[in-house]
């Protein structure tokens, strides 16, 4: 368990005479905040892999997550700020976690730890294999190794205290949840025949056109960075498109159409081709 250091907690803008330094702190609001939040942290009980037996040793004696205030691993993400991306995460498995992490209350914090949860590691070619959790979540801490030691996760536990030591109550632009109203959720990716983010929906639909068209769609145009740092732009977009939805008068779904209006330039292909062979 954590002691409690005042020293640490005293903000040095106040000077204290030197016989009641570590006896008296004067703090400032986002310090104690912070101070409270990152020593007791309560991570989600869940693991995906290998990399998932490396957290559950870490939380064992030898290593002990306690003593960071972290003992209390939760089996509900409504309990749970942060949460620990542990093991290799499938195209099944990336909706479920999306859909975990929008339960999660803010603040809340994501992890991803070793090779696998990081960027792919060696399944990263794999037909089944999301390439990083970065690309659907906002990632704070990634933990390399494959497997990655206690050691090199309580190193990463030590480093998200210190990035949550750095946030501040009076800076809205810090981190979403001290900004005004509630932040949207993150979408939650879709599993059809491969997995399909929703962000990236126009881009595959506008393929899917050039592709009934006959014509070349080119290569799959991925994020240059991870999705996270373009969420703000993109979520503006979406609510506006939102609002604009909701002040419209209701009309027929567009993708339905689109639909429709695909399948008949289908059937007027099969035709001609069916013509032109003489059936
Ligand atoms: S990074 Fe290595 S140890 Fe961790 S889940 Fe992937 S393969 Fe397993």
Redesign the pocket.
């Known amino acids: 368990m954590s002691t409690i250091n005042l020293q640490e907690l005293h903000d040095t803008e106040f000077p204290l005479p030197e016989g009641m330094q570590g006896n008296v702190a004067i703090t400032n609001l986002s310090k104690i905040y912070n101070w409270s939040r990152r020593n007791s942290m309560w991570p989600l009980l869940f693991g995906l892999?290998?990399?998932a037996i490396e957290m559950i040793g870490t939380a064992a004696s030898r290593f002990d997550f306690s003593r960071f205030g972290m003992e209390v691993m939760r089996a509900t993400p409504r309990q749970s700020d942060l949460m620990i991306v542990s093991?290799?995460v499938t195209k099944k498995m990336v909706v479920p976690i999306v859909r975990l992490y929008n339960q999660m209350p803010e603040p809340k914090y994501v992890m991803a730890m070793?090779?696998?949860a990081s960027g792919g590691?060696?399944f990263k070619e794999g037909y089944n294999v999301v390439s990083g959790i970065d690309k659907y979540l906002p990632v704070d801490i990634y933990v390399p190794g494959?497997?990655p030691t206690p050691q090199a996760l309580l190193y990463g536990l030590i480093a998200l205290q210190k990035k949550i030591d750095g946030q501040s109550l009076a800076n809205f632009d810090d981190v979403p949840w001290y900004g005004v109203g509630p932040s949207e959720p993150t979408p939650i990716p879709i599993l059809g025949p491969d997995i399909i983010d929703p962000r990236q929906m126009d881009m595959i639909r506008r393929q899917a056109e050039l592709a009934a068209l006959g014509q070349p769609v080119g290569v799959r145009e991925l994020p240059s960075k991870p999705i996270y740092e373009a969420v703000p732009k993109q979520m503006s977009a979406r609510a506006a498109a939102a609002a604009e939805a909701a002040a419209a008068p209701a009309q027929a779904d567009p993708s339905a159409e689109m639909v429709l209006e695909l399948r008949k330039k289908a059937l007027a292909r099969k035709r001609a081709f069916d013509a032109a062979r003489g059936k």
Do not use: V
Request: with cysteine; glycine share 24%.
């Open positions: 892999a290998c990399c093991g290799t070793g090779a696998c590691g060696p494959c497997p």
